[in-house]
C-alpha cells in the first residue's frame, strides 16, 4: 500500500484545513485509517483513527471537537478536516493503515504498517 498526503500548509491560529490522503494498492476497506503528526524532537502522536467500518473513531484529547476523520473506500482516500486550528496544532502529519480484522482498532502509531510522506500543517498565532 502507498500513501500520498497532501493539503498541508500556511493557516491562521482558527482558520481551516483539510488534509486529504491517497491510498493504492490492497483492498481499501480491509484497513484501519489514522492521521498522525510530529513536533520536532517529540514522538508521533495519533490525531485521529477511523476503523474499517467506519463506525469507531479515536480522537487525540488535544483535537476532540475540532477534528474530524473521515473515509471514502470507493475513492480510496482519507481526509481530516481540522477546524478553529491552534498554534500548538504546528506538525508533519502523517496519515497511515493497517490492515485489520472488524474487532481490532489500533490507535497507537506502532500499531500502523503502512505511512504517507507526511505533510506540514503551521498554524500562526
Known amino acids: 500500500v502507498q500513501l500520498q498526503a497532501s493539503g498541508g500548509g500556511l493557516v491562521q491560529a482558527g482558520g481551516s484545513l483539510r488534509l486529504s490522503c491517497a491510498a493504492s494498492?490492497?483492498?481499501?476497506?480491509?484497513?484501519?485509517v489514522g492521521w498522525f503528526r510530529q513536533e520536532p524532537g517529540k514522538e508521533r502522536e495519533t490525531v485521529a483513527a477511523?476503523?474499517?467500518?467506519?463506525?469507531?473513531?479515536y480522537y487525540g484529547d488535544s483535537v476532540k471537537g475540532r477534528f474530524t476523520i473521515s473515509r471514502d473506500n470507493d475513492k480510496k482516500m482519507v481526509y481530516l478536516q481540522m477546524n478553529s486550528l491552534k498554534p500548538e496544532d504546528t506538525a508533519v502529519y502523517y496519515c497511515?493503515?493497517?490492515?485489520?480484522?472488524?474487532?481490532?482498532?489500533?490507535?497507537?502509531?506502532?500499531?500502523?504498517?503502512?505511512w504517507g510522506q507526511g505533510t506540514l500543517v503551521t498554524v500562526s498565532s
Open positions: 497511515a493503515v493497517v490492515r485489520t480484522i472488524m474487532t481490532v482498532f489500533p490507535t497507537t502509531p506502532d500499531a500502523y504498517t503502512y
Open positions: 494498492g490492497g483492498t481499501f476497506s480491509y484497513y484501519t
Open positions: 477511523l476503523g474499517r467500518g467506519s463506525g469507531r473513531t
